[in-house]
């Protein structure tokens, strides 16, 4: 959780290798960390499916089509903090 800050970056990957769930910075603070991970993952093989052919164009597939998950991770921890003091800097 200390990478998950305010202005945080998901970290697509290096290179030809992708990252998903939790080494990608996709958290969930309500714990489930299973669910982004399967998601992210889900993401990261269908960019790889459809752009088999062109591996430049694969990370940005996988950026795209992971938009909605980041932008639910980002109003999940603004929920988290505005629950608990700890993690108000999140708001």
């Not at 305010?6 to 998903?20: K, Q």
């Not at 459809?50 to 639910?72: C, G, I, M």
């Amino acid at each position: 959780m200390p990478h998950i800050r305010p202005g945080f970056r998901v970290d697509y990957g290096v290179g030809r290798i992708l990252f998903a769930g939790e080494v990608a910075r996709v958290l969930n603070p309500m714990g489930e960390g299973i669910s982004a991970g399967m998601e992210s993952g889900y993401c990261a093989v269908s960019a790889v499916m459809e752009h088999f052919d062109n591996p430049e164009t694969v990370r940005e597939a996988y950026r795209q089509s992971t938009e909605n998950l980041k932008s639910y991770m980002q109003r999940q921890w603004s929920l988290v903090g505005g629950m608990a003091g700890m993690f108000r800097e999140m708001e």
